[in-house]
T-cell receptor, first 115, second 109 residues
């Protein structure tokens, strides 16, 4: 238990569906992250929020839309996804963004399958 | 470009020692992380090195050579529960983590 929770753990959706992934951290951290993890590939950073402000968007398609209502919660809204978007989506948090020892703590992930 | 290289898969025997290597090329450098990830679970933090040398934490040690762009994770007295993927990640000059694809470690009895 890392103090970061994600729901749902598994999600199957059609290409026309709209769904949302939720992340909550109980660590009092200020920075939150969304990553995509595909088999045998490095973790791909998607979005970063620091003190609720989005600080990075790594050329992610607009069918992925993040939302950070407060420092403890992060959402990833999904719509009109493609089969190649099937992956494990990981949320992480760290005390700050930009510090030298900015250890990230990960949630268990949402395994997404797009049919 | 920025790049992290680590072996895709390694096999070792229970009770033995294994060394997982990682080489990195980044724009600037602010430290190197190792994470462990069991199948279907979250990556968990193992170590952070920013200065040259070896840091020991129980059965796990991590080494860094900044001049060579090289790190390794050393696991001693291997246990079956050490079967997992080990992720290497370097922090660049913008404090962005550059991740390797991970090394899958298989422990055999």
């Amino acid at each position: 238990e890392t103090g970061v929770t994600q729901t749902p753990r598994h999600l199957v959706m059609g290409m026309t569906n709209k769904k949302s992934l939720k992340c909550e951290q109980h660590l009092g951290h200020n920075a939150m992250y969304w990553y995509k993890q595909s088999a045998k590939k490095p973790l791909e950073l998607m979005f970063v929020y620091n003190f609720k402000e989005q600080t990075e968007n790594n050329s992610v398609p607009s069918r992925f839309s993040p939302e950070c209502p407060n420092s403890s919660h992060l959402f990833l809204h999904l719509h009109t996804l493609q089969p190649e978007d099937s992956a494990l989506y990981l949320c992480a948090s760290s005390q700050d963004k930009g510090g030298g020892a900015d250890t990230q703590y990960f949630g268990p992930g949402t395994r997404l399958t797009v049919l | 470009g920025q790049n992290i290289d680590q072996p895709t898969e390694m096999t070792a025997t229970e009770g033995a020692i294994v060394q997982i290597n990682c080489t990195y090329q980044t724009s600037g450098f602010n430290g190197l992380f190792w994470y462990q990830q069991h199948a279907g679970e979250a990556p968990t933090f193992l170590s952070y090195n920013v200065l040259d040398g070896l840091e020991e934490k129980g059965r796990f040690s991590s080494f860094l050579s900044r001049s060579k762009g090289y790190s390794y994770l050393l696991l001693k007295e291997l246990q079956m529960k050490d079967s997992a993927s080990y992720l290497c990640a370097a922090l660049d000059s913008n404090y962005q983590l550059i991740w390797g694809a991970g090394t899958k470690l298989i422990i055999k009895p």
